[in-house]
Every structure is written in structure tokens, then in C-alpha cells.
């Protein structure tokens, strides 16, 4: 009995010195340190489930559901900002310089929204529109009045044996930019006054045709000058019509057949060889666009040598 007691009374005593309370308290921590390392490394190895791109996306290009795939990514290597989720990331659009390589995730960095791209409206052309540049002044603009998401009709001007001939070709156009010679756009400048050069807008492939072989009809015009053909001027003017269909695509139709077909009979008379793409604009040579308004009337009156050109983008 007393043998038990004194073993008791040892250990009770072992157990209270500050020796075995620090050996406790060592093996403890390091139990701990070495549960939370263990903790650390699975949660950092263990894969997630994230969306990645199926294949590499250009710059400027709407995100759809078929370019997404979800592929498993170590937690450790999460390290940016990044979209977990497929619903954040459809209809985003890749940035001006961001391309998005096959299988990467779709960082939010490298993505941005619709709006907040430039020149945003030029990016989602209806199936089977064209845009089309018509080139203007501050007079043909009557005074910077033609403004993005406005209506134009387009009327045209020409001569059919040595008779007047004017009446709207083309009506319900919806204008998508308004640029300077220079690629700037015309209402983004605050204070600054910038000069129009072209206004864009989108048409359907056989408006934007009759277009182009009016083009062609006037590049024929001014190099055959005895060639029976007469230049027919373009004529863009602003109406206070705003309409769209139920997809909210850009309407637009032909207001004058007889027009449509004066055209296109002039066009097939036309030699082969006889194109629209007459002037190639370098948009790099003209960059004081921030002149007065006065000026610029005076200097840009004559449209008949700015109302169809092309431009290079």
C-alpha cells in the first residue's frame, strides 16, 4: 500500500514539474504545426473546378458559352484575380491587347464589358450587315448634328441628261461613330472642338452594295469625264426617327426604288474593271482636327470630292 502511495506521490510530482509541462506543451505544438502543415499543403494542392478557355481568344472578342470548359486548377496556384464562375465571364469581351491562351482561366484583368470598350457599337454588327464610312464635313454634318445612335435618311444627287435628279435613296439609318480624319472620335473630346470626317453606320449587305456601285459609278465619273456618267452625290440628313426591330438590330431600308434601280443600271453599263475602293485614307496625315467651326465650313463645302471614300482601318 505504501509502495502505491509513494509511486503516486512521484508521479504527481513529475507531472507538476515545469520539465514535463514543457515537454507536453513541445509535443503538442509540434502535433499542431504539424496538422496545419498537413492542412496547408491538401488545401493547397486539392484541385477546383474553374472555367478556362477551349481554345486561345483574340482581342475584342465576345465571350459565348461554347468558348468555356471547366478544368481542375490547383488551389496553389490561384494567385491573381480570376472568374470562378461561367456566368460571370459570358458576354464579357477580351481587352484591345489581351489574348486569352487555350486553357488559361479567364483572369478579370483581361476582361472588360461591352460598354467600356472603344468604339464599342462598331463590335456587334447584325448578321449580314456591312458597315460602311461616308465621308463628311462640318457643313455635311450640319454642324456636328449627326451624332452615334441617331437616325440619318441618305439622300442622293446626280444629273440624267443633264436633268436634276435628287430623292432619298435610303432611309431609317442608324449611325454607330462619328470619327475625326484622324480616328478619334468626334463627341469624346470635352471642350475641344473636333471636325467629323466620317460618319459609320451598318447596312444590309445589298444596301451596302448599292453604295459601293455608287462609289464606283463616281471613280468612273471623274476619270472619264466625257463618259456620259454623272457623279452622284450622297447626302446624309438627320431625322428624329429612332426605331428598331424586336432584336434590337439596326433597320434600315430603300426608301426609292426608282433610285435603287437608276443605280444599279448605271453600274451594270460600268467596265469590269472599275472599282469603289478609289482613295485610301492614311488616317496618320491630318491630325489638327480641333479647328474652328468657321474654318472648317469654309474649306470643306465641296462634297462632291468627300462623300465616298474609303478608309483603311
Known amino acids: 500500500m505504501n509502495g502505491n502511495n509513494l509511486n503516486a506521490s512521484k508521479l504527481t510530482r513529475m507531472v507538476k514539474s515545469k520539465g514535463f509541462v514543457t515537454a507536453v506543451c513541445g509535443v503538442l505544438a509540434v502535433a499542431v504545426l504539424l496538422i496545419g502543415y498537413n492542412i496547408r499543403i491538401n488545401n493547397a494542392t486539392k484541385p477546383v473546378q474553374l472555367p478556362v478557355a477551349k481554345y486561345t481568344i483574340d482581342p475584342k472578342t465576345r465571350i459565348t458559352d461554347d468558348m468555356i470548359v471547366y478544368k481542375d486548377i490547383p488551389k496553389g496556384a490561384l494567385n491573381t484575380e ?7 465571364i459570358i458576354n464579357k469581351y477580351t481587352k484591345m491587347n489581351a489574348t486569352i491562351p487555350a486553357g488559361s482561366m479567364f483572369y478579370t484583368e483581361l476582361l472588360t464589358s461591352k460598354e467600356e470598350l472603344p ?25 456636328n448634328s449627326i451624332l452615334p445612335n441617331n437616325y440619318i435618311d441618305i ?7 443633264g436633268k436634276a435628279l435628287v430623292g432619298k ?26 471636325i467629323p470626317y466620317v460618319i459609320i453606320f451598318a447596312l444590309p449587305e445589298q444596301q451596302h452594295l448599292l453604295l459601293r456601285k455608287v ?7 471623274v476619270a472619264n469625264e466625257t463618259g ?29 426604288q426608282y433610285l435603287s434601280d437608276y443605280v444599279l443600271k448605271l453600274a451594270a453599263e460600268l467596265p469590269d474593271e472599275i472599282t469603289d475602293l478609289d482613295f485610301n485614307i ?3 496625315t491630318n491630325t489638327n482636327t480641333s479647328t474652328n467651326t468657321s ?12 462623300t465616298n471614300t474609303t478608309i483603311n482601318e
Open 295 to 306: 474654318t472648317n465650313t469654309s474649306t470643306n463645302t465641296n462634297t462632291n470630292t468627300n
Open 82 to 88: 480570376y472568374y470562378s464562375n461561367k456566368n460571370q
Open 282 to 284: 492614311n488616317t496618320n
Open 155 to 161: 439622300y442622293m444627287s446626280t444629273k440624267d441628261n
Open 228 to 256: 456620259g456618267f454623272s457623279r452622284i452625290d450622297i447626302i446624309p440628313v438627320p431625322t428624329n426617327v429612332n426605331i428598331s426591330n424586336k432584336d434590337n438590330e439596326i433597320v434600315s431600308e430603300v426608301s426609292s
Open 169 to 194: 435613296l435610303l432611309q431609317n439609318v442608324k449611325i454607330l461613330a462619328v470619327k475625326t480624319s484622324d480616328g478619334r472620335n468626334v463627341f469624346e473630346g470635352g471642350d475641344e472642338t473636333r
Open 215 to 221: 462609289n464606283a459609278i463616281n471613280n468612273y465619273s
Open 119 to 143: 468604339d464599342s457599337a462598331l463590335y456587334d454588327i447584325p448578321t449580314g450587315y456591312t458597315l460602311y464610312y461616308l465621308t463628311v464635313n462640318m457643313l455635311t454634318s450640319y454642324t
